[in-house]
Nanobody, 125 residues
């Protein structure tokens, strides 16, 4: 069982930056792939980024590539999402996720075992 708690969301102007954090309550955190998704009301959940257990491999969706960066600190059981050059269309609830698999098929489709409760990000124009 992995409990995930996100923080760092809020209101920011377009062009600004935010860093989301996700704290994981697992002794085996370093064995899990981690990632981020987002969902706006009325829209499907969207894959944003994933990072391997060691942190050596990362994937970002085309919609955020070059603007968002996922990272992790295995010593602190934390995963981050640095979001730069934010746009109004980035407004959504952002969810942290964890899975024992780093399968890109699973991550891109959202078939992930563990989810956080989400944190709201609102980008004003």
């Amino acid at each position: 069982q992995v409990l995930l708690v996100e923080s760092g969301g809020g209101l920011v102007q377009a062009g600004g930056s935010l860093r989301l954090s996700c704290a994981a309550s697992s002794r085996t955190f370093s064995s899990y792939a981690m990632g981020w998704f987002r969902q706006d009301p009325g829209k499907e959940r969207e894959f944003i980024a994933t990072i391997s257990a060691s942190g050596s491999t990362k994937y970002h969706s085309d919609s955020v590539k070059g603007r968002f960066t996922v990272s992790r600190d295995n010593a602190k059981n934390l995963v981050y999402l640095q979001m730069n050059s934010l746009k109004p269309e980035d407004t959504a609830v952002y969810y942290c996720a964890a899975d024992s698999s780093f399968s890109t098929i699973a991550w891109y489709s959202g078939r992930i075992d563990y989810w956080g409760q989400g944190t709201q990000v609102t980008v004003s124009s």
